[in-house]
C-alpha cells in the first residue's frame, strides 16, 4: 500500500505540473464562470430555474469534454514511460508493477475528477452566498455521475495505454475510442437499426453498451423521469430497469466496465515485453 500510494503521490505531481493539467483545469472553472456570467441561473427550461439550470448545462457540456481529455492524457501514461525508458528504471527499485500500475490509476483519478467536482462545488458554494436554492439531490447524482464517467473512460485509457506499443499509436486508438462512441449516439445509431428492421429492445441494449449513451440518458432522467425527449426508445428502457434502476445501472455499468477495462490492462502490462 505505501509503494502504491507514493506511485499515486508522483503521478499527481507531475500532472500538477503538466500545461494539460492547467488547460483542463482552466476549462472547467471557465465554464461555470461563464454560466454564471451570462444569466444561466437566471433562465428557465422546463420548469428548472436557478442552479438547476446550470447544472443540467454542465453536466452535458462535461459529457462532451470529459471523456476526451481523460482518454488522451490517460493512454500516455503506461506508452510514453515505455518509450522513455522508465520500465527499465522501475525494475531496479523496490516497487511492484500491481504497486506502480494501480498507483498511476488512483493518481491520475484524483487529478482528473478533482478539477470537474471542485468547478461544480464552487457553483455551489456561489450559489448559497447569493442565496439561491441549491438542489442537493441533483448535485449529489451529477457527482457520483462524473465520477463514475472518470473511472470509466480512465480504465478504459489504461487498457488502450498497456496495448498500444507507442505514445502516437495510444492516443490515435484512444481519439478513435472516443469518436466511435460519440457516432453511436441516438441518431447513427438508430439509423443503421432502422434500416436492418432490429427489434427495439436489441436496438436500445446496444445504445446502452455505449457509456456515453448511459451518461446522457443518466443526465435526462434526473429532470425527465419518463424520459419523454427519448420518444418510444423511453418505454424499452423503463420496462427494463424502471426509473430508479436505471439511475443505479447508470452509475454500476460504466463503474464496473472501468474496472474491468483497467484489471485487463494490467494483465497484459504484467504479462507483456516491459522494455
Do not use: H
Not at 494539460?20 to 471557465?30: A, D, E, M, R
Not at 515505455?82 to 483519478?109: C, D, H, Q
Not at 478513435?176 to 441518431?187: K, P, R, S
Not at 472501468?258 to 504479462?271: D, E, K, N, P, Q
Amino acid at each position: 500500500m505505501k509503494q502504491l500510494w507514493l506511485t499515486a503521490r508522483l503521478d499527481i505531481v507531475e500532472s500538477l505540473r503538466a500545461r494539460w493539467f492547467q488547460i483542463y483545469t482552466l476549462v472547467f472553472g471557465g465554464i461555470v464562470a461563464l454560466l454564471f456570467a451570462f444569466g444561466l441561473t437566471e433562465s428557465r427550461v422546463l420548469g428548472f430555474i436557478g442552479l438547476s439550470r446550470l447544472l443540467v448545462t454542465y453536466i452535458q457540456l462535461t459529457m462532451a469534454i470529459l471523456p476526451i481529455f481523460v482518454l488522451i492524457t490517460t493512454v500516455r501514461s503506461v506508452a510514453g514511460d515505455r518509450e522513455a525508458g522508465v520500465f527499465e528504471y522501475l525494475l531496479s527499485l523496490p516497487v511492484g508493477l500491481g504497486a506502480w500500475f494501480w498507483g498511476k490509476i488512483l493518481g491520475r483519478y484524483i487529478v482528473v475528477f478533482a478539477p470537474v467536482f471542485l468547478a461544480m462545488l464552487g457553483a455551489v458554494i456561489w450559489a448559497s452566498i447569493v442565496d439561491i436554492d441549491v438542489p442537493w439531490r441533483m448535485f449529489g447524482y451529477y457527482t457520483a455521475l462524473l465520477a463514475t464517467m472518470a473511472a470509466c473512460f480512465l480504465g478504459i485509457g489504461m487498457l488502450i495505454s498497456a496495448v498500444a506499443r507507442s505514445t502516437d499509436m495510444a492516443q490515435g486508438a484512444a481519439f478513435l475510442v472516443w469518436l466511435a462512441l460519440l457516432l453511436f449516439l441516438d441518431l447513427i445509431l438508430l439509423g443503421v437499426m432502422i434500416q436492418g428492421k432490429v427489434a427495439p429492445e436489441v436496438a436500445v441494449t446496444l445504445a446502452l453498451a455505449n457509456p456515453l449513451q448511459v451518461f446522457r440518458t443518466a443526465a435526462l432522467a434526473l429532470f425527465d423521469p419518463q424520459l419523454i425527449v427519448l420518444g418510444p426508445s423511453a418505454f424499452v428502457i423503463l420496462d427494463l430497469f424502471g426509473a430508479t434502476g436505471y439511475k443505479i445501472f447508470a452509475l454500476a455499468y460504466p463503474a464496473t466496465l472501468g474496472l474491468v477495462s483497467a484489471t485487463l490492462g494490467y494483465l497484459i502490462f504484467r504479462r507483456g515485453d516491459l522494455p
